[in-house]
């Protein structure tokens, strides 16, 4: 994870409308793909250029070997 990014990110969804704490933004990004969808679209508004795969990764939201995969390895 990338504390910067996702502070950031947290940044542009604060300007938004959003009103919560950053905790909070990580729990909803993390269980809402909805709104990673919309922090995504915010963040490739400002010039981000990958894909929401390595957007999530980049946040943390997704492990490297978990981004294409539903599926969490024990």
Known sequence: MNEQALSYAY??????????????????INSNPNALQDSYALF???GYGDSI???????????????????EKS
């Open 11 to 28: 940044e542009l969804f604060k300007a938004d409308g959003y009103g919560d704490s950053l905790e909070d933004f990580v729990t909803l």
């Open 44 to 46: 490739k508004g400002d």
């Open 53 to 71: 795969e390595d957007y999530g990764v980049l946040l943390g939201v997704k492990k490297k070997d978990e981004a294409g995969s539903n599926t």
